[in-house]
Structures are given as C-alpha cells and as structure tokens.
C-alpha cells in the first residue's frame, strides 16, 4: 500500500503549545515509519511533573492521545525515539495474541541465554526486576517488560538514531529483534 502524503496529519493531532513543532517533527518521522492504520491519536505537551515526573512521556490508550514532557520539543533526536517508544504502546494492544506471545519467545530464549542489556531504559529496568518465577508464570511483571521491550525495540529499529546510551543489547539480539518485526509484520504495517 502506499503512504499517503498527508500520513502524519490524518493519524496525529498535535494540540496545544508546540503543536507546529510536534507537526514538523511527526512528519519528518512518518518517513522512517511502517504505514499506519488506525483512528488518529492526540499528541500535547506537559510539564513533567503533569505526566508522571521522571517519565518523558506517557501513551494514553484508551483515549487515544500522548503527552510529551515539554523539553522534548527542543529535542529532536530524543523526541523521534520517545515518540515512537509510545506510538507501539498503541501497537501493542492491537498486535493480537498470537504475536505477542512469539515476541515473548523471543525474551524467554534471550533471558535462558543470559542476555543483557536493552534498547531502552523503560525496558532495561524492568528487566532487572525479572526473577525466574515471573517468567514461567508470565506475571504482571513479565508481560509488562515484554510490551516495554516491544516499544523500544520499535524506537531503536524506526527513530533513525543509530547510537544512544540506553541501547545497551548487544548486535546478535538486536539482529534477531530486528528479523522478528520483520517476520511477524510490524516493519511494514502498524495498527494502532
């Protein structure tokens, strides 16, 4: 299918203060990204201490909108690996089943292999916390390090950074995170 060229103003809003600057910065992300399918999602800015103070934005889900900590507008490089950390929280919950425990697969092999590190802080933390039990009972714990991992992952492969300190995984799995999304489909199309 091809991407229409008005693909980042029919599925983001950008509202309130910044909201050129979030328009800019979307469209300029919507070249990197795999089409998307779905209603349009709000996007604003916030102080931090409005969205949670130590997290730089937060996805909304069930009302379809992402706020962004303010600082973020004046950085693009961070800006394009937050964002779309958050567009695959919408992703996520509309993967279905079936993916989503092949992604957690992959996870299980890689913690069975000793692998360390992540490709973001969100998941990297998580992952600490992670004891064997929650892993064979597929815990709260467990399912949500599995979608955090899924979302930065997403923001390693599509940002465009190449480099960042919280991309701590070694190349083999990012090789085989990476083969994954474009096995099951998400490299090519989103639904959000």
Not at 28 to 50: C, D, K, M, T, Y
Not at 69 to 88: C, M, S, T, Y
Not at 125 to 149: F, I, N
């Amino acid at each position: 299918m091809a991407r229409s060229r008005n693909w980042s103003r029919s599925k983001f809003r950008p509202v309130g203060r910044y909201s050129r600057t979030a328009a800019a910065r979307i469209a300029e992300l919507a070249r990197r990204l795999p089409e998307i399918e779905g209603a349009p999602i709000a996007v604003s800015f916030r102080n931090s201490q409005e969205i949670g103070g130590t997290a730089h934005a937060g996805a909304l889900l069930t009302e379809r909108r992402i706020v962004f900590e303010r600082a973020l507008a004046r950085d693009q490089p961070e800006f394009a690996r937050i964002f779309v950390h958050e567009l695959f929280h919408f992703a996520w919950l509309r993967l279905g089943n079936v993916r989503r425990r092949a992604w957690e697969r992959l996870l299980t092999q890689e913690i069975a292999r000793g692998v360390r590190g992540e490709l973001g802080w969100s998941s990297e933390w998580r992952k600490r916390e992670l004891e064997s039990s929650d892993v064979r009972a597929r815990t709260r714990r467990w399912r949500a390090y599995c979608c955090e991992s899924f979302c930065d992952s997403a923001a390693w492969l599509f940002s465009g950074l190449k480099r960042h300190p919280e991309f701590t995984l070694a190349a083999q799995p990012r090789k085989r995170r990476r083969q994954w999304f474009e096995r099951s489909g998400a490299s090519a199309r989103i639904p959000i």
